[in-house]
């Protein structure tokens, strides 16, 4: 795969009802965070650490803008129970473009009014389903 911005991107998260919504034109910029926990294991017959693979997580931050118009960003995070699909395929939802997709629940979410009078949001999302992220294509 060669290199590729992140132009025409595509995000989906479900809503409270479990429909999923695409609300890539709310979204202004994300953070994908699949961090692996490294354990130290290290023997007494070491003199440096050693370490071993333990378990993995994701997070999800989206920043965009708040949109109450129906199946966008309010109405998707208006209520934060229940675990949600979130799917982030990169160049957008097209043949063999890479794709993440994983069951989350929603951390919480922020909304604020700029001085220049933007209301902006933030959602946080972090694994629920304990299957360890993985990329694959659209």
């Known amino acids: 795969m060669a290199k590729q911005s992140g132009l025409g991107d595509y995000i989906a998260v479900d809503d409270s009802g479990g429909s999923a919504r695409d609300i890539s034109n709310d979204i202004s910029s994300y953070t994908i965070d699949t961090p692996q926990n490294l354990l130290e294991a290290t023997g007494i017959d070491k003199s440096?650490?050693?370490r071993i693979v333990g378990l993995n997580d994701?997070?999800?931050t989206l920043n965009g803008y708040f949109d109450?118009?129906?199946n966008k960003w309010h109405d998707v995070f208006k209520t934060r129970t229940g675990t949600r699909t979130v799917t982030i395929a990169?160049?957008?939802?097209?043949?063999?473009?890479?794709?993440?997709?994983?069951?989350m629940l929603v951390s919480d979410t922020t909304t604020e009014r700029g001085?220049?009078?933007?209301i902006n949001a933030t959602a946080t999302l972090l694994l629920q389903s304990g299957t360890t992220p993985a990329w694959t294509t659209v």
Do not use: Q, R
């Open 48 to 50: 440096a650490t050693e």
């Open 58 to 60: 994701g997070t999800v």
């Open 68 to 70: 109450s118009a129906s």
């Open 90 to 103: 990169i160049g957008g939802n097209s043949s063999s473009n890479p794709k993440l997709e994983m069951e």
């Open 115 to 118: 001085d220049d009078g933007m």
